[in-house]
């Protein structure tokens, strides 16, 4: 089992100072490095405070001058707000810069209020048709002289420039829910990055069921699958406990975020009232207590052991939580000090 850290700069009050929360970020990301986690993951989002991260490989390549060993992933780019060959030499360029390190995980997009603002009148299926035409033209353009002329992207023979340092370009991974984008991403030869929500062991379970069935169709060598979940190891039940209250807050957020209907001002959303974060009984702290990957050490290892044994080949430790930058740290210290040495 591998291990990872996946983090964003996330800014919940009018308060917290940008510039403090980039340190925040560099120095989880640091820890990650000096503990020789696998690599460290951060997405693209836009218009976000949420989630601030309007281009990963930017951040990447800041991160590389502050690491030393891990791989740099995007977690991830969304397919519809790039054109292939932009995406193809960017990538490249990042992985030249790093020296090899760069791992490009690509998805469809999730937030409508991101879609609106950057693809005007694209939904949900257009974003995934267009993710499925770009992202096996990426290692072709690496590859040098493609052509394409597709129903989204039509060019000329084109090669990336520059080419990557890794040998057929970085690895691809395709975020994966239905048996469909498994059977896409598998077929294509890509890893796959998985992400439950709040429902607990039965979805972790059904997702690698979808990876294994792909792979079942498909005659090349298996591609790798990681699990990235919320994650909060704690010093003692009152610490998880008190976790899970902070998860759940960040859920109903992440929700709101969602849905979309809540007035936007400066990247923040209107502020949910305690009533309202109350009343949202699916995201409850001791429901999240329950499905995330939250516990003591030795709570959190069993649960880790649990997705080993189902097959997954990494768990990406999700920070992302509003949790204070102390409480992230102390978190993430205990799950290299105390949980990561049950796996060597």
């Known amino acids: 089992m591998d291990?990872?850290?996946?983090?964003?700069?996330?800014?919940?009050?009018?308060?917290?100072?940008?510039?403090?929360?980039?340190?925040?970020?560099?120095?989880?990301?640091?820890?990650a490095d000096d503990a020789r986690m696998r690599a460290v993951w951060t997405g693209e989002h836009h218009g976000m405070d949420f989630t601030i991260s309007p281009n990963p490989l930017l951040e990447l390549v800041n991160l590389a001058n502050h690491t030393n060993h891990v791989k740099l992933g995007t977690?991830?780019?969304?397919?519809?707000?790039?054109?292939?060959?932009?995406?193809?030499?960017?990538?490249?360029?990042a992985d030249l810069i790093t020296g090899g390190?760069?791992?490009?995980?690509?998805?469809?997009?999730?937030?409508?209020?991101?879609?609106?603002?950057?693809?005007?009148?694209?939904?949900?299926?257009?974003?995934?048709?267009?993710?499925?035409?770009?992202?096996?033209?990426?290692?072709?353009?690496?590859?040098?002289?493609c052509a394409h002329e597709g129903e989204f992207f039509q060019f000329p023979a084109t090669t990336s420039a520059p080419k990557p340092v890794q040998k057929d370009g970085p690895p691809i991974w395709i975020a994966a829910r239905d048996p469909n984008s498994h059977e896409f991403g598998v077929?294509?030869?890509?890893?796959?990055?998985?992400?439950?929500?709040?429902?607990?062991?039965?979805?972790?379970?059904?997702?690698?069921?979808?990876?294994?069935?792909?792979?079942?169709?498909?005659?090349?060598?298996?591609?790798?699958?990681?699990?990235?979940?919320?994650?909060y190891v704690g010093k003692d039940a009152a610490d998880v406990d008190l976790a899970a209250q902070e998860l759940s807050r960040f859920y109903c957020y992440f929700g709101a975020w969602f849905q979309n209907k809540r007035?936007?001002?400066?990247?923040?959303?209107?502020?949910?009232?305690?009533?309202?974060?109350?009343a949202n009984t699916l995201m409850a702290p001791e429901n999240l207590r329950r499905d995330l990957t939250v516990g003591t050490a030795t709570e959190v290892i069993d649960q880790i052991k649990r997705y080993e044994d189902l097959g997954y080949d990494e768990f990406s430790f999700w920070i992302d939580s509003g949790m204070s930058f102390e409480r992230k740290?102390?978190?993430?210290?205990?799950?290299?000090?105390?949980?990561?040495?049950a796996f060597q």
């Not at 890893?191 to 979805?203: A, D, H, K």
């Open 75 to 93: 977690g991830t780019v969304i397919a519809p707000f790039w054109h292939p060959i932009k995406l193809a030499g960017e990538a490249a360029s």
């Open 101 to 145: 390190r760069i791992e490009l995980g690509i998805a469809r997009g999730a937030y409508s209020y991101e879609y609106e603002r950057l693809m005007p009148g694209m939904d949900a299926w257009e974003a995934g048709q267009r993710m499925r035409e770009l992202v096996p033209l990426i290692p072709k353009l690496w590859a040098g002289d």
């Open 329 to 341: 740290r102390a978190s993430l210290a205990r799950f290299i000090d105390d949980v990561m040495p």
């Open 263 to 278: 007035p936007v001002k400066q990247g923040l959303i209107q502020q949910l009232t305690a009533e309202e974060i109350a």
């Open 3 to 31: 291990f990872s850290l996946f983090a964003h700069m996330e800014r919940m009050t009018p308060d917290q100072s940008q510039e403090n929360l980039h340190s925040d970020f560099i120095e989880l990301c640091k820890m």
């Open 187 to 231: 077929h294509n030869g890509f890893n796959i990055q998985v992400t439950p929500l709040w429902q607990g062991m039965e979805e972790i379970e059904s997702l690698v069921g979808r990876f294994n069935d792909a792979c079942e169709g498909y005659a090349g060598p298996r591609p790798k699958i990681m699990l990235l979940h919320h994650t």
